[in-house]
């Protein structure tokens, strides 16, 4: 069974009188451990279905099962459980609080969990988290005092805290140069092949998509192509990057 089950995704916006058709009848399957870069260009459909992805908006019409779960169906407590236990969110810009250090930011996520950990054990959960995506000498610096990759890579580990099966990463590397790009990409490569994540990459840069397993194509809300991508770029071609511990 496929961890994510979408059928004929339909969502319309309405801007001032002109009726916006986002999306037209999107169907996609994606199975657990897969790494799937949704591209195209702005205005494709790619962002609409991103949120309908994270249960951050619903369709006008369609179906989408994740997990087995008819989403639908979901009440808004429910949604947002979902929300914090089963999928990941990386977004371009890092969201970081300003204020507050790296591992505290990488803590959040379990802040408002149901399942309160005690702190000493939330703690060591976002140590090792951040150890995962090689920052954990950088724990206790806040994020002014880190450059724009070290920042996303605190995203990444903030993302990873509640262990979700899925990561949704959203132009995760909009703000970053060619060679950090690189370094953020292999660490979705090594999360999934060495963890099992499931990674779901929009973005609207061919290259960057080409860090992927499969290669979802959307053009004006459809999808136009949907392909295995078997010159996939291997890790470490342009940059080293940090290995997942």
Do not use: W
């Not at 459909?45 to 994270?54: P, R």
């Not at 880190?146 to 990873?160: D, E, N, P, W, Y």
């Amino acid at each position: 069974m496929a961890l994510i089950s979408i059928q004929n995704l339909r969502k319309t916006y309405t801007i001032g009188e002109v009726a916006v058709q986002a999306l037209r009848g999107v169907s996609l399957d994606i199975h657990a451990g897969e790494f799937v870069s949704i591209v195209g260009p702005s205005g494709s459909g790619k962002s609409t279905f991103m949120h309908m992805l994270g249960c951050l908006d619903r369709p006008d019409a369609g179906s989408y099962l994740l997990d087995g779960r008819d989403v639908s169906t979901l009440s808004r407590d429910e949604l947002a459980r979902v929300r914090n236990t089963m999928i990941g969110f990386v977004f371009q810009s890092f969201n970081l609080l300003p204020r507050t250090s790296a591992l505290e930011n990488v803590e959040l996520p379990t802040l408002y969990s149901p399942d309160k950990l005690p702190a000493a054990a939330r703690r060591a959960k976002a140590m090792a988290a951040l150890k995962a995506v090689g920052l954990e000498n950088r724990a206790h610096h806040h994020p002014n005092q880190l450059s724009g990759g070290q920042q996303q890579r605190v995203a990444i580990a903030r993302a990873l805290m509640t262990q979700p099966p899925i990561l949704l990463a959203d132009e995760p590397t909009g703000n970053l140069d060619t060679r950090t790009s690189i370094e953020v990409l292999e660490i979705f490569q090594q999360l999934r092949e060495e963890r099992g994540i499931t990674v779901i990459l929009i973005t609207h840069e061919r290259d960057i998509a080409e860090f992927g397993s499969r290669i979802v194509n959307f053009l004006d809300g459809v999808i136009v192509s949907d392909v295995a991508n078997t010159s996939r770029r291997p890790g470490g071609e342009l940059a080293p990057s940090a290995r997942i511990a």
